[in-house]
């Protein structure tokens, strides 16, 4: 809470997964001055900023979606090596400058301290922005966020991520692409209650899930051939 308190009033970048839902109802809870600002890229999982727009009422603060064209961007547009750096660096430069000229002096999100560095290009983004993580630099890890998220009321949604990741590196990404996977995956989350992936592959939809998920996965694959697939598998994740 001190962080937070030294660097108010802040805005919090709102992605609509448990980490950063889970920042902003503690800073809500100690009465830190506070607002949300979520990125609507065009590669957000389906679901994320709904439940962003939820939590941020539900706590009565001032909320705000800005639309932010990644696809603009060369870099990942073609889905390249260096995607996940410069669409972090653009979106999270836009929620700074709205953040500014709403009167917030900082911008914070969700990252932790069990996060790596080296699996996250986007990580380096946030530092060379002065974007804080007060979760990180206290050391709060995810297990801690999952004991705060219970006593906040905050729900505990499966880890996800872009959905630039679900294709491969140096694949094309439209808009086209991009709708195939987030409705195929907001159908299966409708079943599918823990880890779940569609990744895309010459056209094929790839339904990637853990063992005990793989019947339901079988049961609802079919379903996916309406969106303009050619093919559907399914993948089993050891964890």
């Not at 705060?148 to 630039?164: D, H, Q, R, T």
């Not at 779940?196 to 079988?218: G, P």
Request: aromatic fraction near 6%; proline fraction near 5%; glycine fraction near 8%.
């Amino acid at each position: 809470m001190e962080m937070l308190k030294a660097h108010e009033p802040v805005a919090i970048a709102l992605s609509g997964g448990t980490d950063s839902m889970v920042l902003l109802a503690f800073a809500v809870h100690h009465g830190i001055k506070v607002s949300a600002v979520s990125a609507d890229t065009g590669i957000n999982p389906a679901g994320e900023l709904i439940r962003a727009a939820e939590i941020a009422g539900s706590l009565g603060i001032l909320y705000k979606i800005l639309p932010i064209d990644v696809l603009k961007i060369p870099e990942v547009r073609n889905n390249s090596r260096t995607r996940c750096y410069l669409c972090k660096k653009a979106m999270m430069g836009e929620l700074q400058k709205w953040a500014l000229e709403c009167g917030y002096l900082y911008v914070a999100d969700g990252t932790h301290a069990d996060d790596d560095p080296g699996g996250r290009p986007g990580m380096k983004a946030l530092s060379d922005l002065g974007i804080i993580s007060p979760f990180a630099e206290c050391g709060i890890g995810k297990e801690m966020i999952k004991t705060l998220a219970g006593e906040l009321g905050v729900p505990l949604i499966s880890p996800s991520s872009c959905l630039a990741t679900r294709f491969p590196e140096d694949e094309s990404l439209t808009r086209e692409k991009l709708e195939k996977i987030r409705s195929a995956e907001e159908l299966l989350g409708r079943y599918i209650t823990g880890r779940l992936r569609v990744r895309y592959l010459n056209n094929t939809a790839i339904i990637e899930v853990l063992q005990d998920e793989y019947h339901t996965a079988q049961k609802y694959a079919d379903q996916l051939m309406p969106f303009g697939f050619c093919k559907v598998e399914i993948s089993v994740r050891e964890k």
